[in-house]
Each structure stands twice: as structure tokens, then as C-alpha cells.
């Protein structure tokens, strides 16, 4: 059983920067895949970006790519989003997840085992 919890989120005017962290107890195997997803209000949760808990290449959606980096630190056990360049259209709220079967299609939300309670990012125009 895996527990996430993130954190890091509010409210931050466009063209500045916020850091979300994502802490996971429980065990983390390294084939894991961990993943950032948002979801505004009345709209389906979409992907942000992934990486595997190993290392590796990360993947973006192209709504991010070049503004947000997604990375983990092993030893603390905790996932990150670093988002800059923010706009009135990422404000959503941001959830972190964890898929247990690996690097296979990590941008779909249904593959995923554990999900965090989300957190709230709000960017002023």
C-alpha cells in the first residue's frame, strides 16, 4: 500500500513560479512509474508529466513542456513539480499518483493504483 500527500499549492500571479511536493509512505518499488495530474472544475483530470521512480526521461504534455519539471528524490521518498512561467489557464487542482505495473502508459490516469488528495494551484491573471 502506498500513501501520497502533496503539498505546495496556492495562489500565485502569471509568469511566477510555485514547487509541489508529493510525499509517499509505504513502498516504493524503483520500476514504479509517478506521475502529476490536474483537473479544473467540470473537467475530465488530464496528465502533466511523468517519471519513472528509477530515473530516466521524463514525459510532458505539450501544454507544460519547457515550463514545468517533474523530479523525485529517492532517499526522501518525495515526488516534485516544479512549475514556472504559470499560467491563468494551469490553475487547477494538481494531483500525484503512483502506477505499480511500470513505465506503460503513464499519461493515462485510469493506469493508476494510488492517488493523493490533490492540491490547489490558483494563477491570477
Known amino acids: 500500500q502506498v500513501q501520497l500527500v502533496e503539498s505546495g499549492g496556492g495562489l500565485v500571479q502569471a509568469g511566477g513560479s510555485l514547487r509541489l511536493s508529493c510525499a509517499a509512505s509505504?513502498?516504493?518499488?524503483?520500476?514504479?512509474?509517478m506521475g502529476w495530474f490536474r483537473q479544473a472544475p467540470g473537467k475530465e483530470r488530464v496528465f502533466v508529466a511523468a517519471?519513472?521512480?528509477?530515473?530516466?526521461?521524463?514525459l510532458y504534455a505539450d501544454s507544460v513542456k519547457g515550463r514545468f519539471t517533474i523530479s523525485r528524490d529517492q532517499g526522501k521518498k518525495t515526488l516534485y513539480l516544479q512549475m514556472n512561467s504559470l499560467k491563468p489557464e494551469d490553475t487547477s487542482v494538481y494531483y500525484c499518483?503512483?502506477?505499480?505495473?511500470?513505465?506503460?502508459?503513464?499519461?493515462?490516469?485510469?493506469?493508476?493504483?494510488?492517488w493523493g488528495q490533490g492540491t490547489q494551484v490558483t494563477v491570477s491573471s
Open positions: 509505504g513502498r516504493i518499488i524503483s520500476s514504479y512509474a
Open positions: 499518483a503512483a502506477r505499480v505495473g511500470g513505465w506503460i502508459q503513464v499519461s493515462s490516469a485510469s493506469s493508476y493504483d494510488y
Open positions: 517519471i519513472s521512480w528509477s530515473g530516466g526521461t521524463p
